[in-house]
């Protein structure tokens, strides 16, 4: 079948024929191995059209098709990856296909060389993402390891002495007893700087194994085994791969990558973020230190604006605090607004309504995170806005009521501060007064935004708007 195919509709050689011929006979292999549906397909003379030769089905994990595919075209639109394959000659992982059933599934796809190096076929690897969308842990360990196991099996295939060098993973083959029959450079490397001296082919799984598995235990399993094991001074990603044919055992794979590195920068990163916990909580408490001792030397001024100066100023290095304590919380320079303001909220209800007077503050939108310093002058804005409101908008009403709303958009973001207070006249407002120049110099200079203002006997409704990024 695969070579009546290639002769209608391409133009490989015999010798060409023959290879993918060869290759076909061990796909149920690479299926079990990989636990997915797996096909060859090779370009027709339409350079937008490939067709499919062969396919193996695996025998332990459920099938995608129906029916036999072999025959049928596979077009640029429904699988680019198989056809950017075929061209290019780089494989492709991970993409997103529309199989000949009409199913969405993430293809990876290796190519098929000849002799001199030309791609004269793929070997595609596909599994379902619309049945499996809670397997993505699966998933992402398929798309990291199917690239190198195909590479390996079909050089294997084609020359049983030579295996790719560039692998990274090591690459350790058992026959049916636990013996070591193949070991890539990789691994031989590997278990020299372990302070093996010997050959490791010919020996027993038991000896080679690093994280205590037993060879029964490993080919009864029907899951792809993942552990991570240090040794001295490495830290390795061990997997094992079951290979079966016609459900009787073929031999065993053992893939072991060297995480070393991935694990530094692992602590290297946890070290960044305790860092910069600590750095967000020695802020906040010389903030709040500051605004202690300005407390303390308010309370010795008998100057009542004297004294609201420095509430006000109290009240601003405060807005400040509040971000760096929740950035001290959670260790890192991003952070939620709407977390923020309701922090200033709370503070506001506890310390900056006037006694005796029934006010409510509601937050009420859309979360949005953002950067440490964008958040820092958003909380100050909203900090100056509420404090005003707070102080002028119910000087004659016993109660009154304040909503903060957030509102997310795909370039600009706003938020309104509107409240049911008696209201002001826009042309007689001090413009000159400190916490207006304070709030229009961030939302123009730091937001890069704008701030519109209205107001009538009703209320006053302030909105500003920001860039998410």
Do not use: W
């Amino acid at each position: 079948m695969l070579k009546e195919l290639c002769y209608i509709h391409t133009n490989l050689s015999d010798m060409e024929i023959m290879k993918l011929e060869s290759i076909s006979s061990n796909l149920p292999i690479i299926s079990d191995l990989v636990k997915a549906d797996v096909f060859i397909d090779c370009l027709t003379r339409d350079p937008n059209v490939a067709i499919v030769v062969a396919e193996a089905k695996p025998l332990i994990y459920p099938s995608m098709y129906k029916h036999t595919v072999v025959g049928e075209l596979a077009l640029r639109k429904n699988e680019p990856a198989a056809l950017r394959t075929l061209e290019i000659g780089m494989a492709t992982r991970d993409l997103k296909a529309i199989t000949q059933e009409n199913k969405t599934v993430k293809q990876s796809v290796v190519p098929i060389k000849n002799d001199r190096g030309k791609t004269i076929a793929c070997l595609i690897m596909e599994q379902d993402i619309t049945e499996h969308v809670n397997q993505n842990k699966h998933m992402e360990i398929l798309a990291e390891t199917t690239e190198q196991l195909t590479e390996t099996l079909l050089s294997f295939i084609d020359n049983e002495n030579t295996i790719p060098y560039h692998i990274n993973d090591a690459i350790v083959m058992f026959d049916p007893q636990g013996v070591a029959t193949y070991a890539n450079p990789v691994a031989d490397e590997l278990y020299k700087k372990l302070g093996y001296r010997d050959h490791i082919i010919g020996m027993n799984f038991d000896n080679l194994a690093f994280d205590g598995s037993v060879f029964e235990k490993v080919v009864e399993a029907q899951s792809f085994n993942i552990t991570e094991i240090d040794i001295g001074k490495l830290s390795l990603q061990v997997k094992y791969a079951v290979v079966k044919q016609k459900k009787i055992l073929a031999s065993v794979i053992m893939l072991i990558k060297d995480i070393t590195e991935v694990k530094e920068k692992e602590k290297e990163l946890i070290l960044k973020s305790v860092a910069i916990r600590e750095i967000h909580h020695r802020v906040k408490n010389n903030l709040q230190t500051i605004a202690s001792l300005l407390r303390l030397q308010s309370r010795r001024i008998d100057n009542d604006l004297v004294k609201k100066s420095f509430n006000e100023s109290i009240s601003r290095i405060l807005s400040i605090a509040v971000t760096h304590e929740i950035l001290a919380q959670k260790g890192v320079d991003n952070v939620d607004i709407k977390t923020i303001l309701s922090r200033i909220k709370d503070n506001t209800l506890d310390y900056g309504i006037v006694p005796h007077k029934d006010i409510k503050i509601d937050l009420k939108g859309d979360s949005i995170t953002l950067d440490s310093d964008k958040a820092t002058s958003i909380a100050l804005v909203v900090n100056e806005l509420l404090q005003n409101s707070l102080e002028y908008a119910f000087e004659d009403k016993d109660a009154g009521h304040i909503e903060i709303c957030i509102q997310k958009g795909s370039m600009y973001s706003s938020i309104s501060i509107i409240d049911n207070g008696r209201g002001f006249d826009l042309l007689t407002v001090r413009q000159g007064s400190l916490g207006l120049k304070i709030v229009n110099s961030i939302v123009q200079d730091k937001l890069a935004g704008d701030i519109h203002i209205d107001s009538s006997p009703s209320g006053t409704k302030v909105i500003f708007d920001f860039k998410n990024e």
